[in-house]
């Protein structure tokens, strides 16, 4: 079974501009999550979808951050524009459900360096 | 406030010796607990994870955890540890009632010595 694919795995881009991250879920997962870890801290949760609707996206600074999930299947994470503390991997999980007794399979992540 | 603690940032320990993880809790009621490792350049993977009945809980790679709910506790241990588990180890809980959630703790990496 693949598992969670993310892309691109680096980037490094400069303040003010703007920047996407792609992830496609495992294959019938109904529920996606985007984190983001900033350095020596554990990940924290800027969204979760159900199928292509959000679920939650209460910490997602949505002045600068969006994400979208057409079609309930892959999903695109925005910032525009980056600032400096947006530096951090950005974690992309995908479960069959939205309840926590269900795993979390997570992708190797987007480490993202903004100058 | 809610809110997960792993006091130990960095732990070295001798290959074959055994290992033990804490994790503390702040929550009312009994959350859901789970234990994550994370190994460079990899995606978190599940280890183990508790929500009722038994406290001691088996998992993957012959790990095992222990909620004692007297401290709020959720603790992470291994009898003999390979050199393979040099890694980063998260505890998350998710709390009943708010926004469906997991919160993770800041982390305790894991240095295995030959």
């Known amino acids: 079974e693949a598992g969670v694919a993310q892309s691109p795995r680096y980037k490094i881009i400069e303040k003010r501009q703007s920047v996407a991250f792609w992830c496609n879920p495992i294959?019938?997962?109904?529920?996606l999550y985007w984190y983001q870890q900033i350095l020596g801290q554990g990940p924290k949760l800027l969204i979760q979808?159900?199928?292509?609707?959000?679920?939650?996206d209460s910490q997602l600074p949505k002045d600068r951050f969006s994400a979208e999930r057409l079609k309930g299947v892959d999903s695109t994470l925005k910032i525009q524009p980056a600032k400096l503390e947006d530096s951090a991997v950005y974690l992309c999980a995908s479960s069959i459900g939205g309840n926590y007794e269900e795993t979390q399979y997570f992708g190797p992540g987007t480490r993202l360096l903004v100058l | 406030a809610q809110s997960v603690t792993q006091p130990d940032i960095h732990i070295t320990v001798s290959e074959g010796a055994s290992l033990e993880l804490r994790c503390n809790y702040s929550y009312g009621a009994t959350p859901y607990l789970f234990w994550y490792v994370q190994s460079p350049g990899q995606g978190l993977q599940l280890l183990l994870k508790y929500f009722s009945g038994d406290t001691l809980v088996q998992g993957i790679k012959g790990f095992e955890a222990e909620f004692k709910r007297s401290q709020s506790s959720f603790n992470l241990r291994k009898p003999s540890v390979h050199w393979s588990d040099a890694a980063e180890y998260f505890c998350a809980v998710g709390f009943s009632g708010s926004a469906r959630q997991l919160t993770f703790g800041s982390g305790t990496q894991l240095t295995v010595l030959p």
């Open positions: 294959s019938g997962h109904a529920t």
């Open positions: 979808f159900q199928n292509n609707g959000v679920v939650d």
